[in-house]
């Protein structure tokens, strides 16, 4: 159920306003800097040693100074093939699929988990250690349950486990390491799927649109919040 | 144009030293009076037209876009080379401080990636002295600066109500946009909070809800100025209005809200009597034997190398830490403190805004059917100041005031969308999360308080002797301290926003904290920093004259925060703009006089 009362601009229109924007405004305004030749063909007294040299303008690539519009996570990825597919299991029981989306693994989750514990910040190195250590003790405790890894469970198996580690506050002692750790997985999933467009779609955010005009809430909403 | 260094067959009538409100506003209004104007900015050159990622998506972007060390905002916050640290450019603290100052090294600097909040200071905030005893007046009045606010309102497209309340001024007839409707969370916060006599009103953005009148605007402006009329006209015939859709902070490619590189540099840059050198580091104003400054040295950092520009008059707009370390690195027989710095202050009085803020779950909120929030994607309401008279009392403990900033709802999911969910479901995970996830998603909200800090002595900003940056410049060592006024204010905030929460039927996140000092933000943090080289009518209690102008050099002049001598809650961008066109006028008049 999309905004009904706010036809989404004609998308043709928006490019269009966008496009003539972007062309009008490098032209004409100068914050684009003319190419070199240009330059140099403007100030062709001065001797080359002193000649202007063109302004870089756009993105330098450094961390500071990113290309947003090709982004890219540069960093090598340092989970195993073997902790991903643990860490796809765990992720699938916490946002599985159902009749309304896909689970976690299929839009790419674990992917997500392994970028955010890699990255080279001091916070990553902390959570690499927790997911690490986290994905062994996942399957430790699964043998000592029974006698299999993780992923060799049946899924009533794994629910008795992931039940036990769910709540933080409610986790028994011996559970507490394994709880925080699930408490972080259960972040990230949600992160990762929500993210995607499966997720956004199940959770009906509609907006990032194009609009015209944007309506008062509908009336459906005021009367929800006993507005109307 | 932009370019690598000055042309060296252009005499200069004003460097303009920085290219955000204050620089932007002052190379705009100075080259359209037919100046010849070079700015010279300390970050790279910018195109928000080529540069802006719209409607990119938190999945195309590393950790979600998430915000770093490297992007504070996130991945596609429009700050390049800016945050509360910079590679390369340290500053220090003196023991028991803990300032934070952001840069911006960018064209455009700060006005990339603002809020875009552009609230008027009222009558009141121009006479707090004179009110309650605390701080400074200002030299001018509210009516003094009113024209210039309505000037810059329609010059660069603000939307707001003309609700007229106390301290709280309307624009003259005409200059706001129409404010965008109220979302769903704002409705049902406004009335939730009218029980408590807490307002909420249109809020007041730098977003332009209609396409301005680019064929009675500029003759509106600049009558009698065929120049800036032409420029102005065509670069408002370049901007769109608001698509209602991606978010202002990374910048707007269709220049539909205000970015010093989409409203002030473009049109300056038409009239040909600009030039912006990007990636200029200045370091210290020149003078001549007899007191007037002649022109600027800085380095060159493509080549790291120092380099002189001469000009008749100088503009300091590099923010108001940055002006102040300029000028205190500017050191010579006739000033051996720092340049126009006879009085002692430059530097002292240091502000930030006093920040809190808390949230909360609404039941009211959850299962709301799907509709698009996002909006102009700032706030549409807010609630200004609405205690005068309590305080005027003496019932709420501290002086001055703040005013609240609401957000929340169905926003796009980003990374930590759901983190502190299982305090709500106690632990759900599975078919159960996802069915968590749908009913909550968009029935969190939050309040955030931004207030006015009273300038004091132990805050400022000096020289430190024993640190350089990677350009060679001495860097700056901060002062920072609290008064109770503040502290208190702080906890006057998040008891409020409780009080709106629970009044809303909703549950606070946390616990409210009624020790202020633990929940006011650093010093720094609210990137509203002012009052470094304030104004006053007397040259030993002040720094420039009311047009910021400097006592002591007569063609040295400051647009920026710096000049600022309160710090009322209303968010400084706008009234920096208003008083850099009224400097502007003052520069102009007296180059008329022949004083400078």
Redesign the interface.
Known sequence: ???EQ?PP?DRRE?LK??AI??A???I???????PASA?RAA?PT?PAA?A?????????G?????D??N???TWPRLLSAAELVTLSALCD????A?E??PGASAVGVPA?IN??VS?P?DWAERALVRVRGGLVWLDVESGRRFGKPFTGLSLAQR?TI?DDL???P?AKPEHQVGARF??QI??LT???F????A??K??????????A??????P???K????A | MVQASPKSQTKYDVIVVGSGAGGGMAAYQLAVAGLKVLVLEAGRSYDPVRETPMFKLPRQAPLLGAGTKHKPFGFYDATVDGGWEVPGEPYTNAPGTDFKWWRSRMLGGRTNHWGRISLRMGEYDFRPKSRDGLGADWPMTYDDLAPYYDRTEMLIGVYGGDDNLENTPASSPGVLMPPPAPRATELLTKKHSAPLGIPVIPAHLAIMTTRQDANTLPARLHPNNPLAQRVLAQSMRQRAACLWATPCGWGCSVKANFQSTTVLLPPALLTGNVDIVPDAMVREVTMDASGKATGVHYIDKTTRTDRQVTARVVVLAASACESARIMLNSKSALFPNGVANSSGLVGKYLMDTVGAGIGGQIPALENLPPHNQDGASGMHMYTPWWLYKEQLAGKLGFARGYHIEMGGGRTMPGPGIFGGLDEFTQGAYGKRFKEEARRYYGSFIRFDGRGEMIPNEDSYCEIDPNVVDQWGIPVLRFHWKWSEHETKQAAHMVKTFADMITSMGGKVSGTVETDGAKVIANGGQIIHEVGTCRMGTDSRTSVLNQYGQSWDVKNLFVTDGSVFVSNADKNPTLSILALAWRTCDHILGEMQRGNI
């Open positions: 159920m999309s905004d706010t601009m928006a306003v966008l924007a972007a009008s405004a490098t004409a305004d100068g914050l684009t800097p003319a330059q100030l001065l002193s202007p040299i063109p302004p870089k303008s756009g993105p330098r450094t961390v500071t100074d990113p947003l519009l982004a890219k996570a029981m916490i946002i599985p159902d309304k989306s997500y970028e955010y990255a910040y629910t992931c769910c709540y933080l409610k699930f408490d259960r972040d949600s992160s990762g929500y993210t995607s467009d997720g956004m199940d959770l009906q955010y509609v907006g990032n649109v194009p609009l005009k944007f309506n008062a809430p509908p459906e909403v005021l929800h919040l006993g507005l």
